[in-house]
Nanobody
Framework: VQLQASGGGLVQSGGSLRLSCAAS????????MAWFRQAPGKAREFIGV???????YLANSVKGRFTISRDTAKVTVHLQMNSLAPEDTAVYYC??????????????????WGQGTQVTVSS
């Protein structure tokens, strides 16, 4: 399984970006995909997760601003980010695993990782 993230860039505070993560070598059946981010000098942070037959979960820090959607045919997950703020600046990673795990917010539960895409929000 390979994950390819795209869509990062530079945006002004209050703006929007949409990240995408395309998975190859798998289908969405029993495949869970999550988003994490890592700001300079900080630990990697869970953003949200979606899995087949499961509700989508989002971290409190992004709830109400970010949404996750799935394109089942393309095995792609999108992270729509609105009302971006400078503190959202980070490298964003998508991650995947087969099978739902109760500890879905833990990065060590994910076997597959995308390469990361930089999001920079200017004030």
């Amino acid at each position: 399984v390979q994950l390819q993230a795209s869509g990062g860039g530079l945006v002004q505070s209050g703006g929007s970006l949409r990240l995408s993560c395309a998975a190859s070598g798998t289908t969405f059946s029993n495949f869970v995909m999550a988003w994490f981010r890592q700001a300079p000098g900080k630990a990697r942070e869970f953003i949200g997760v979606t899995g087949s037959g499961r509700p989508t979960y989002l971290a409190n820090s992004v709830k109400g601003r970010f949404t996750i959607s799935r394109d089942t045919a393309k095995v792609t997950v999108h992270l729509q980010m609105n009302s971006l703020a400078p503190e959202d600046t980070a490298v964003y990673y998508c991650a995947g695993r087969h099978g739902w795990h109760i500890n879905y917010g833990a990065e060590n539960e994910y076997r597959y990782w995308g390469q990361g895409t930089q999001v920079t929000v200017s004030s």
